[in-house]
């Protein structure tokens, strides 16, 4: 395929990979114009020389008609018929090859972000916000008191948690074959052809991209929970295990000299998490089988990890005892392996020895055991701290005998490892859904006679009860008890979580989330069966006293008055919980028995906030402010009940579902909200996004890092005492945005109908992404669809509903009420994007939506639904709206482009989404095919193509 010029700006003439030239940054865009250029010209040779000159040619005309389509130089509809009655095998041929394309364009767009960051660095900038530097940086320009730094900054955590439910639609394979090339690409540099291995770098990327070109796309299984277990695992000895620890040694180091003596972070800050396994709301399959699945298999990752580094560390100390001076502790440790070969290595030996102590602790707990494993007959570690303290005593040998830079490589990395990970790698939050557990307390109630109707009971009347059954130490069942399968499998998930507890560490376990939290019994519920399960015991010391042994039988220490390892959370998720969600703390908090469950966790009491179900129940303006109100009564609750809050985010990907940057979202976060310890989830294509490899984990890790700290020791907020005149402003705004989202989603006759026969949601159940169903229940109701598919739809069909709708008419009437009072309203909003993160935001989120939506092709889905009528109904209030929103969003913010203050994007939409275009029409032609009785699995299985390429190139789209 013939090379055109960097300069060329006809891209109707350019190869495939060619990319529309910009007027502005066009010097810094050159390397990744020239990657693109690249990977797409192979690409291009790759097909024509698996499919024929035919199909690439018509790869070709697609691409060339859809950047006619955006000069306006064609009308849609003509490119659309392009594929009318098109061979369905040859349609798939075109859906793969933008679908590649798309994966290489996003390779070439993350190399360029990490060479432009790398001229920065090398040209002595400052450094860029959402680093480590900055922060520092900015905490060095401040006053700010040890103490204070102390007390905000004790039980400090920072912990991405990898979820159970991605939209992730890449397979194994294609993920490997991207890093691969991504690694390629790195090593091609001005002069280099070859790899450090001496492998010539494009035969490398041609051989790969012949590779990714011949593997299918996508699954022709659904995944299984083990599946998802082993894809949130991947990440760690593919990044988490280098990188996490890495930053919280620097973190700690950092703080600890700019305020010495403080002793700050004696705990990582940085640690991750999972639901992997252990979220079962929704989802049938989650049982005790899965939970020792998950827990077992990130134990069996831990000591993997530990065995191979101290394989290592053992040859690399082989210090003499003839040359060296030892500590005593060290020579103990070292004598309890007998190895005459080595009796003058006393480092050797001691490593060694904690090597076999370890062996001995797999064989105990594990049933899945690893290899490099030791078997010396030594005893097994009851826990991680106690090997930590062998290691420690390496440490301190070291040391104290002038050997500290050998101290500080790999035996230092390996004792930050254990302290971040322990034995049990990251903790599975358990969750599941109130009403479930209601159905299921009822049940244990009635089997054990404590009430035969459980139901029947008015809230306060449920409280009492359950008090009085947390209250003391019996019972209500036991294993083998004839109980209804539900509960049965309910009881069974416990057990096994309690199993990990007692053989991995308490950490294994450090949450049970309660999802459609909306009242103290639902909490409640939770603790009993926490309590069946072993995992809580809260009876009031002074009704029971207990020895010694018996508290040692119960892992309690002596005058311990609460065994809680594993943390009740509420998880408020539509906008009514929102607003109710500090008055249910409050309440919960009265009751002697909760607060001293809550005392028994350090005082600490963790909140999670919904952004998905939020959205969908009241649109992305509502929502957000709701969210933020939340964080605002809860911060209020905390402080009138003398506890610490930590606030655990249900963010996705996408921006209906709270995605957008993770540094800005957390800067935007209400004064007293982050208090230094925050957990968030992250969900779908975008966890490969940010953790496939070390370089971007240690990027969007340490960002996470720096916000977090930026948050809790400066005050972003920035509005003073003007704070409550602005809560107003956005308390009005946001409750017009709901009404007209109302208007639109519960409230306009055949909504539902509409959605469903203009979106590809009916066919999403069947794209193999996720081990969960696409609703929480068998119904047509939009409050019973998960926010997942609900998302993912609208962003295939380029609507992008969630992150926009409403927002426009609200911005619009209120400046326009103003008009006729005589306020200038506008100014007012103006002023707050300016002076307000939380508020610059919200619209800066907008913006990025509304720049990937596109209501022309929008309106080629809307063609799917049948009734004429109700099709022009909703779309003309769609189209309406999405004006609104751009209109408003340059009057407030002055910008002419919605993309003018994220040029990364502009770059990205303008030169590849022309690309993705074809996978529109694609995928309106098959789902016409397919709904109009076409049985062929193959055009099943071209729509489940397209909707794989066009998240791939969105690349948040769920």
């Known amino acids: 395929m013939a090379q055109t010029s960097s300069r060329d700006t006809d891209n109707s003439l350019a190869p495939f990979g060619a990319v529309q030239r910009t007027r502005t940054g066009w010097d810094a865009t050159e390397p990744m114009r020239d990657d693109i250029r690249l990977l797409g010209a192979i690409l291009g040779d790759t097909i024509r020389e698996q499919n024929g000159e035919e199909i690439l040619n018509l790869v070709e005309r697609a691409r060339v008609e859809s950047f006619r389509v955006r000069r306006s130089e064609i009308d849609r509809a003509e490119l659309a018929r392009m594929f009318d009655r098109i061979d369905t095998d040859t349609a798939i041929q075109v859906i793969r090859a933008f679908t590649d394309f798309a994966l290489l364009a996003n390779v070439a767009e993350d190399i360029h972000r990490e060479r432009r960051r790398a001229i920065h660095v090398a040209a002595g900038e400052p450094p860029q916000n959402s680093t480590l530097a900055a922060t520092y940086a900015k905490l060095d320009s401040v006053d700010i008191d040890s103490d204070a730094v102390v007390d905000v900054l004790a039980d400090a955590l920072v912990a991405p948690v990898i979820t159970a439910h991605p939209t992730e639609t890449r397979r194994r394979t294609i993920f490997e074959t991207q890093n691969r090339i991504t690694e390629l690409m790195r090593a091609r540099i001005p002069g280099t052809t070859r790899t450090v291995g001496g492998a010539d770098?494009?035969?490398?990327?041609?051989?790969?991209?012949?590779?990714?070109?011949?593997?299918?796309?996508?699954?022709?299984?659904?995944?299984?929970?083990?599946?998802?277990?082993?894809?949130?695992?991947?990440?760690?000895?593919?990044?988490?295990?280098?990188?996490?620890?890495?930053?919280?040694?620097?973190v700690r180091e950092a703080l600890q000299r700019r305020w010495p003596g403080s002793d700050l972070l004696a705990q990582p800050i940085l640690r991750p998490g999972s639901w992997i396994g252990g979220d079962r709301d929704g989802n049938p399959n989650v049982t005790g089988a899965v939970v020792r699945e998950a827990t077992g298999r990130a134990a069996r990752t831990a000591f993997t990890h530990y065995l191979a580094e101290l394989t290592v560390l053992e040859i690399e100390l082989p210090l003499s005892a003839r040359l060296v001076t030892v500590s005593d502790e060290l020579n103990a440790l070292a004598d309890l392996v007998d190895q005459p070969l080595r009796t003058d290595e006393p480092y050797r030996r001691a490593v060694r020895a904690v090597h076999g102590r370890l062996t001995a602790t797999a064989e105990a707990i594990l049933d899945d055991r690893p290899s490099n494993m030791r078997d010396l007959g030594l005893p097994a570690y009851l826990s991680a701290d106690e090997m930590l303290a062998d290691l420690d005593v390496v440490d301190a040998s070291l040391r104290g005998h002038g050997d500290g830079l050998l101290?500080?490589?790999?035996?230092?990395?390996?004792?930050?490892?254990?302290?971040?990970?322990?034995?049990?790698?990251?903790?599975?939050?358990?969750?599941?859904?109130?009403?479930?557990?209601?159905?299921?307390?009822?049940?244990?109630?009635?089997?054990?006679?404590?009430?035969?109707?459980?139901?029947?009971?008015?809230?306060?009347?449920?409280?009492?009860?359950?008090?009085?059954?947390?209250?003391?130490?019996?019972?209500?069942?036991?294993?083998?008890?004839?109980?209804?399968?539900?509960?049965?499998?309910?009881?069974?998930?416990?057990?096994?979580?309690?199993?990990?507890?007692?053989?991995?560490?308490?950490?294994?376990?450090?949450?049970?989330?309660?999802?459609?939290?909306?009242?103290?019994?639902?909490?409640?519920?939770?603790?009993?069966?926490?309590?069946?399960?072993?995992?809580?015991?809260?009876?009031?010391?002074?009704?029971?006293?207990?020895?010694?042994?018996?508290?040692?039988?119960?892992?309690?220490?002596?005058?311990?008055?609460?065994?809680?390892?594993?943390?009740?959370?509420?998880?408020?998720?539509?906008?009514?919980?929102?607003?109710?969600?500090?008055?249910?703390?409050?309440?919960?908090?009265?009751?002697?028995?909760?607060?001293?469950?809550?005392?028994?966790?350090?005082?600490?009491?963790?909140v999670m906030l919904g952004y998905s179900d939020s959205n969908k129940d009241g649109g992305y303006l509502a929502a957000n402010w709701a969210l933020y109100r939340a964080e605002l009564d809860l911060v209020e609750m905390a402080e009138r009940n003398g506890i610490r809050l930590r606030l655990f985010h249900g963010r996705g990907g996408t921006v209906g579902r709270g995605g957008g940057p993770s540094y800005d979202a957390i800067l935007a976060q209400p004064p007293g909200a982050v208090g230094g310890s925050l957990r968030l989830t992250e969900q779908g294509e975008v966890i490969a996004a940010k953790y496939a490899e070390p370089k971007m984990a240690r990027r969007n890790l340490e960002s996470l890092v720096a916000a977090?700290?930026?948050?809790?020791?400066?005050?972003?907020?920035?509005?003073?005492?003007?704070?409550?005149?602005?809560?107003?402003?956005?308390?009005?705004?946001?409750?017009?945005?709901?009404?007209?989202?109302?208007?639109?989603?519960?409230?306009?006759?055949?909504?539902?109908?509409?959605?469903?026969?203009?979106?590809?949601?009916?066919?999403?159940?069947?794209?193999?992404?996720?081990?969960?169903?696409?609703?929480?229940?068998?119904?047509?109701?939009?409050?019973?669809?998960?926010?997942?598919?609900?998302?993912?739809?609208?962003?295939?069909?380029?609507?992008?509903?969630?992150?926009?709708?409403?927002?426009?008419?609200?911005?619009?009437?209120?400046?326009?009420?103003?008009?006729?009072?005589?306020?200038?309203?506008?100014?007012?909003?103006?002023?707050?994007?300016?002076?307000?993160?939380?508020?610059?935001?919200?619209?800066?989120?907008?913006?990025?939506?509304?720049?990937?939506?596109?209501?022309?092709?929008?309106?080629?889905?809307?063609?799917?639904?049948?009734?004429?009528?109700?099709?022009?109904?909703?779309?003309?209030?769609?189209?309406?709206?999405?004006?609104?929103?751009?209109?408003?969003?340059?009057?407030?913010?002055?910008?002419?482009?919605?993309?003018?203050?994220?040029?990364?994007?502009?770059?990205?939409?303008?030169?590849?989404?022309?690309?993705?275009?074809?996978?529109?029409?694609?995928?309106?032609e098959l789902l016409r095919r397919y709904r109009g009785g076409d049985t062929d699995e193959r055009v099943q299985r071209g729509i489940l193509m397209t909707m794989s390429g066009l998240a791939t190139a969105l690349r948040n789209s769920g």
């Open 201 to 250: 770098v494009e035969l490398e990327l041609r051989r790969h991209i012949l590779r990714l070109w011949q593997t299918a796309l996508i699954r022709l299984s659904r995944l299984r929970i083990t599946d998802e277990i082993d894809s949130g695992l991947r990440y760690y000895p593919g990044a988490f295990l280098e990188v996490i620890p890495a930053i919280n040694a620097e």
């Open 407 to 606: 101290a500080d490589d790999r035996l230092a990395r390996l004792r930050e490892s254990l302290r971040t990970f322990g034995f049990h790698l990251c903790g599975l939050d358990m969750r599941q859904n109130s009403d479930t557990h209601e159905e299921v307390v009822a049940e244990l109630l009635a089997f054990a006679g404590a009430h035969p109707d459980y139901l029947s009971l008015d809230e306060d009347q449920r409280v009492a009860l359950l008090t009085a059954e947390l209250s003391t130490r019996r019972p209500l069942t036991r294993p083998g008890d004839d109980l209804s399968e539900l509960t049965g499998k309910e009881l069974g998930i416990m057990r096994a979580a309690a199993e990990a507890v007692a053989a991995y560490g308490p950490a294994t376990v450090p949450n049970y989330i309660i999802s459609m939290c909306q009242s103290v019994s639902d909490l409640l519920e939770a603790a009993l069966l926490l309590k069946e399960a072993g995992l809580l015991d809260a009876a009031d010391p002074s009704i029971y006293a207990r020895s010694d042994e018996q508290c040692s039988s119960a892992r309690k220490g002596p005058g311990e008055s609460i065994y809680a390892p594993v943390g009740i959370v509420p998880l408020f998720e539509t906008i009514e919980d929102l607003q109710a969600g500090a008055a249910i703390m409050d309440a919960a908090l009265e009751l002697p028995l909760y607060r001293r469950i809550v005392a028994a966790r350090g005082h600490r009491q963790e």
């Open 708 to 924: 977090t700290l930026e948050s809790t020791l400066l005050d972003v907020e920035g509005l003073g005492e003007q704070a409550e005149a602005a809560y107003a402003v956005l308390d009005d705004l946001a409750a017009r945005a709901r009404e007209c989202y109302a208007d639109l989603v519960h409230r306009t006759p055949g909504f539902v109908e509409y959605f469903e026969t203009s979106t590809p949601v009916s066919e999403i159940g069947a794209l193999n992404i996720g081990s969960r169903p696409t609703s929480r229940k068998q119904t047509t109701k939009i409050s019973d669809l998960r926010a997942i598919p609900w998302v993912l739809a609208w962003s295939q069909s380029r609507v992008m509903l969630p992150g926009w709708y409403g927002t426009g008419t609200a911005f619009a009437d209120y400046i326009a009420e103003g008009e006729q009072l005589g306020e200038d309203r506008l100014a007012v909003l103006s002023d707050l994007y300016r002076r307000w993160p939380f508020f610059a935001t919200v619209l800066s989120n907008m913006a990025q939506v509304l720049a990937k939506s596109d209501m022309g092709l929008a309106a080629r889905y809307a063609e799917l639904v049948p009734d004429e009528a109700l099709r022009e109904r909703v779309f003309s209030k769609l189209v309406a709206e999405h004006d609104r929103c751009i209109a408003t969003f340059k009057a407030i913010t002055g910008y002419d482009d919605l993309l003018a203050d994220n040029p990364a994007l502009a770059r990205s939409v303008f030169n590849r989404f022309p690309y993705l275009e074809p996978l529109n029409h694609l995928q309106v």
